[in-house]
């Protein structure tokens, strides 16, 4: 497994959204500055890139509320490479002033015009297209028709369009095809734009010996494309709402618990097809990363559900999961089995196993380790080799911040298990205990290379707004940090 390392040192990469690049167009791209990234890391001596989900991000900005787990973001899609293919021109592009951050609404508004235009230049007789059409025809066929539905019925949810819509009835569904083709070509088409820069991207990081870690979240969002294209994969009612719901049980964090909503899968139905949708997901996911990280995995051992329509999540039932059998049945059918267990909230027994079993790396949060005693699992004396050490996540704060907030407690702890070395910030001394690990692999937010403080954070859970926007700056990636990374990293990669 490529997580184990080729060394008995282990290997260290960075984390980082494709949102948070630089750009002239108000968000990160698959353009020039992505390359440059991959440059950064080459330089730095790092061996990953670590992402989040770049499929469609829906409410909130986030992409683990998604149209579809298939496709791709089409606000990535770089703007100055369709100009180099000559589908734009540079008059085409009209001047904007755009935040540091990124503001959605207004890059949509800015670059939803230009992809149009580019759509409507591209020859769709193109035979990559072509061949991109035949080769994803499992899931982008539905996706384009189930955007172009959305998009005439101003953004109803699918459960809300009439019946024959609804239930894909042929006849209705052949009568929409006729009628709003140009509508559904665009869909295609952004798609193709979007996974051929992404696979040229991709190409580059082969060549400069970065890997690319990508992101699969568990559920998927009831109002999407997996759902209406596959609903008898779901537990839905005959109205095509859910039956039952995701999210967790009451906790010290929260009386009432977290009522997610995405639907819960049918596991009877999909075992009699040896698990076909998610074997699709996977082996997706399997030709355009080198690993997979696994969003939630504990549901595979065991998870919650909740009746649709409940007001909290106080009322659940914990269900068993699918365990091994389903690794042992999907995975001969992907590219590759390089798979991240996130098992966090998962320390239960059942879960624990399953880790074990499937010899999955887990997740070792080095922010969780000081809020108990010197046997916390987070603690890097307590680990095992096979796991993949963090400062934090893009759910977490940056160190800088988190550190800001500790109690005396955990700040006592801090002192007495982290290594003092002079003028050493906390961070850095964070980032360093975590690479000196015999965690096979040390993943750090860049945030944390650049010592930010929690305004830079990338996700709040719980939060609705202000999430998924924070980018920097090209003048950030300087010399200074690249030497400041090799140092910390040291006797990885």
């Known amino acids: 497994m490529l997580l184990k390392g080729r060394n008995k040192k282990g290997k260290s990469g960075i984390l980082l959204a494709l949102s948070s690049l630089p750009s002239n167009y108000g968000i990160g791209s698959l353009g020039i500055e992505a390359f440059k990234f991959i ?18 991000v829906g409410k ?100 809300a369009w009439k019946d024959s819509l609804k239930y894909k009835l042929p006849n209705a569904i052949n009568e929409f095809k006729l009628n709003h083709k140009k509508e559904i070509d665009f869909f295609h088409i952004t798609q193709y734009f979007f996974y051929c820069q992404f696979l040229n991207l991709k190409a580059y990081a082969d060549k400069n010996g970065i890997s690319l870690i990508g992101d699969i979240p568990f559920y998927v969002c009831f109002d999407s494309a997996d759902v209406w294209s596959n609903p008898e994969c779901f537990k839905l009612g005959r109205d095509m709402t859910p039956v039952l719901v995701a999210g967790v049980p009451p906790d010290v964090f929260s009386s009432d618990g977290q009522l997610w909503g995405n639907p819960i899968y049918d596991w009877n139905y999909q075992r009699k097809n040896d698990y076909l949708w998610w074997r699709q997901r996977l082996f997706h996911y ?25 007001e909290n999540a106080r009322m659940g039932v914990w269900e068993k999961g699918e365990g091994m059998h389903f690794w042992n049945t999907v995975t001969p059918y992907l590219e590759h089995s390089n798979i991240i267990a996130e098992d966090l909230g998962g320390e239960t027994p059942e879960v624990q196993k399953l880790v074990i079993d499937s010899g999955f790396p887990n997740m070792k949060i080095l922010q969780f ?53 002079e003028k050493f910030s906390p961070t850095k001394r964070l980032i360093l205990f975590g690479m000196k690990s015999k965690a096979n692999t040390v993943i750090i937010p860049l945030q944390d290379y650049l010592e930010l403080p929690s305004s830079c954070r990338m996700n709040t859970p719980g939060k609705a707004y202000g999430n998924w926007i924070w980018r920097f700056e090209t003048k950030d990636l300087t010399e200074e940090l690249i030497n400041l990374i090799k140092n910390l990293s040291s006797g990885r990669n």
């Open 39 to 56: 440059d950064f890391l080459k330089k730095s001596h790092q061996s990953y890139w670590q992402l989040l989900p770049l499929c469609p």
């Open 369 to 421: 380790a000081f809020d108990s005693d010197l046997k916390d699992p987070f603690l890097p004396k307590n680990f095992s080799k096979n796991c993949v050490c963090y400062t934090g996540t893009h759910d977490n704060d940056t160190t800088f911040g988190w550190y800001e907030t500790l109690s005396k407690k955990e700040k006592i702890l801090f002192e007495k298990t982290v290594p003092k070395i």
């Open 286 to 310: 399997s030709r355009l990363f080198d690993v997979i990280r696994i969003d939630h995995f504990r549901a595979f051992a065991d998870f919650y559900t909740i009746a649709y329509g409940s």
């Open 60 to 159: 909130g900005n986030s992409p683990y509320s998604s149209p579809s787990t298939f496709a791709g973001e089409i606000l990535y899609i770089d703007i100055d490479l369709l100009i180099k293919e000559g589908l734009l021109s540079p008059e085409d592009i009209k001047e904007a002033s755009f935040p540091k951050n990124t503001d959605y609404k207004m890059v949509r508004e800015f670059k939803l015009p230009l992809l149009k235009k580019a759509a409507d230049n591209f020859n769709t007789d193109n035979k990559n297209f072509l061949e991109f059409k035949k080769d994803n025809a499992y899931w982008l066929e539905d996706y384009c028709l189930f955007m172009a539905i959305k998009q005439v019925e101003n953004g109803l949810s699918f459960d």
